[in-house]
Each structure stands twice: as structure tokens, then as C-alpha cells.
């Protein structure tokens, strides 16, 4: 595993049933750098997202990590290791205030998951990480809001804070800009890119403009396998490409 090779997968397969959802996907992401899973709807993409951590066991294969082998470990035990993932859907406690979501998961971080009978004092000393988490992700103003009275813009921006929180080294995130609006989308594009000056980011998203403003490499799934790998531009032209998207009814 080269020096600069940060997450490694080699024939990565899983079947469910007799029906082999991801066949024999090797992925190689850089340090450092946004690496995005597209393709058409069944392609594989989120099974590919739960087998890298641990949501799933795969049925063959090796996924590497920082050069130590995690496959079969605990979902808990990878993301310890700094291999985050956050949610197609926004999970985030509605009626706790953004602080408070922000102060449970830095809780989690050390491991104190969901304490909240701790004393006031050992939670507020969590407040100066808490308001600098919120502000990274443009919620300075809304650190007293509801989580439930936020747009959805703002709760995926939560979601992302309450995620930095575990400090992860490697970030994946599914779907970040699905269901939002032409401005959440932008927002969350700005935010991802600051993220992304300190981590390693792997995403799946179906919005190609984001896919082209964002990603330093782009691999194409469908039916389970690698259809293509490269920069935008390369696998934009690629007619294999064209097809599985022409063929899936994706524009």
C-alpha cells in the first residue's frame, strides 16, 4: 500500500441471495483528496459505502486502511480508527439545540456516548469546541436553534458538524446535497471543500455538477462493477459512461 494510498479495497465482492450487488471493486483513494462514487441508480454505490464500514460484510475480498487490514471489523471499531460515514438521511435529535447535538457527539468522540446525565460544568466545558464546530459549517448564528427548526440545508450542515465532531481522518458521505435547493446546494459545496483542505473526503452524490466542481478522481459504477476511473473530464467522454447514464434515464 503506497505511502500517499489512504483507503484500499481488493475484490471487493457482495452477494445477497445470488444477486452480486458489488463484483469485484478494487478502489484505491489518495490522502488528502475528494474521491467520488457515481453511476446509475443500483450501481452499487451505497453497498460499496456499507462494506467500507463495516455496515456489511463482504462475501470476498480486502478492504486496507491506513495500511492495517479492517475487514470484518466492528462499524464502532472503524470509525474509532477515523473512517467516518454520514447518512443519505439527516440524523440529528430534533428537539436538542444545534450545541447540544454538536456536544453528545464530541461526547462520543471521548467516549462518553450519550451521557446526559453528566454535570453541567462537564458539559459546558465542551462549549468553546462545540461553537467552532458550529461555525466551521455556518452555524454560528443557530447554536441555541432547535435542530427540528432548522431548513434542511442547515440540519445536513448539523449533520456534517456533529460528524467533524469524531474527528475523522477519512469522511464518507452519502448523498450530501440530495433533496436540497439550488443555495443549500452551493453552501454545502463551499462547506465540503473547506472540509476537504484537512481531510480525505469519498462521496457518493448524483448532482455531476457538484461531482465536477468538487472531485479530484471519479469512479463510475454500474451493475456492481467499475465502469470507469479518472477526472472529470475523462470519464465525462468515456461513451461507456454515456450509455450506463443514457440507458439508466440520468441526464
Known sequence: MAADTILQTEGLT???RGFRAVDDIALTIQ???VHALIGPNGAGKTTCFNLLTS???PSSGR???KGLDITGMKPAAVARLGLVRSFQISAVFGQMSVQDNIRIALQRRRGHSYDFWRSQRTLDSLNEEAAALADSVGLSDFLATPASALSY???RALELATTLALDPEMLLLDEPMAGMGHEDVERTTELIRRIARSRTILMVEHNLSVVATLSNTITVLARGKVLAEGDYNT????PRVVEAYIGSGHA
Open 55 to 57: 455496515f456489511l460484510s
Open 235 to 238: 470519464v465525462s467522454s468515456d
Open 63 to 65: 478492504i486496507t486502511y
Open 153 to 155: 440545508g442547515r440540519k
Open 14 to 16: 457482495k452477494d445477497f
Open 31 to 33: 490522502r488528502g483528496t
